[in-house]
């Protein structure tokens, strides 16, 4: 019983598609979020949404578009894939969203863009 | 611009010997710190925090340390043991904010 499940584990395409990860979490919490990991091994948020509400959008390109269902789903939609989009994205959770919840992180989905 | 820095990418202890990671942060707003553990393959996995009230905290083998005045955390576990072997996220984050701040890890290497 997977805390945060998101999938695919890997994903590989190419430039100028659009691709979608999902994910999904059984705990219960109110906020989930979107991290990437760049090649610098740099985890940077994406995106918060706290009940289905956007939270947080950091200086995301307009291409990348989450979409939350209801409050145990978040999933990334990537429009126009680019080389530079390669990474891996990481789904988590916590119950609230004031961050200093632990998160609760996915295994990642590496995304590679050729 | 990192707020959050592990200037270690890598260190090698010996198994039985204390293992001490060491973190460094920028934002004087932070008041919560937390420490993240990560096997290849895996999600970071949440392993001890400590606030800013706190200059110490201690879970088991695990203890967190901090220097507010220093803007530095670090990371000991002693004895150090062939698991512990993993990368280790330091992040930060300010109360009332939706945002960790990581580090961009250190890979630990525990030796039989």
């Known amino acids: 019983d997977t805390a945060v499940s998101q999938t695919p584990k890997y994903l590989v395409t190419q430039m100028g598609n659009d691709k979608s990860i999902k994910c999904e979490q059984n705990l219960g919490h109110d906020t989930m979020y979107w991290y990437k990991q760049d090649s610098k091994k740099f985890l940077k948020i994406m995106f918060s949404?706290?009940?289905?509400?956007?939270?947080i959008n950091e200086t995301v390109p307009n291409r990348f578009s989450p979409k939350s269902p209801d409050k145990a789903h978040l999933n990334l939609h990537i429009n126009s894939l680019e080389l530079g989009d390669s990474a891996v994205y990481f789904c988590?959770?916590?119950?609230?969203?004031?961050?200093?919840?632990?998160?609760?992180f996915g295994n990642g989905t590496r995304l590679t863009v050729t | 611009d990192q707020q959050v820095k592990q200037n270690s990418p890598s260190l090698s202890v010996q198994e039985g010997r204390i293992s001490i990671l060491n973190c460094d942060y920028t934002?004087?707003?932070?008041?919560?710190f937390l420490w993240y553990k990560k096997y290849p393959a895996e999600g970071p996995t949440f392993l001890i925090s400590i606030s800013s009230i706190k200059d110490k905290n201690e879970d088991g083998r695990f203890t967190v340390f901090l220097n507010k005045s220093a803007k530095h955390l670090s990371l000991h576990i002693v004895p150090s043991q062939p698991g512990d072997s993993a990368v280790y996220f330091c992040a930060a984050s300010e109360t009332g904010a939706n945002n960790l701040f990581f580090g961009t890890g250190t890979r630990l290497t525990v030796i039989p």
């Open positions: 949404y706290n009940n289905k509400e956007l939270i």
């Open positions: 934002n004087s707003m932070f008041d919560y």
């Open positions: 988590a959770s916590s119950p609230t969203g004031t961050g200093i919840s632990p998160l609760h």
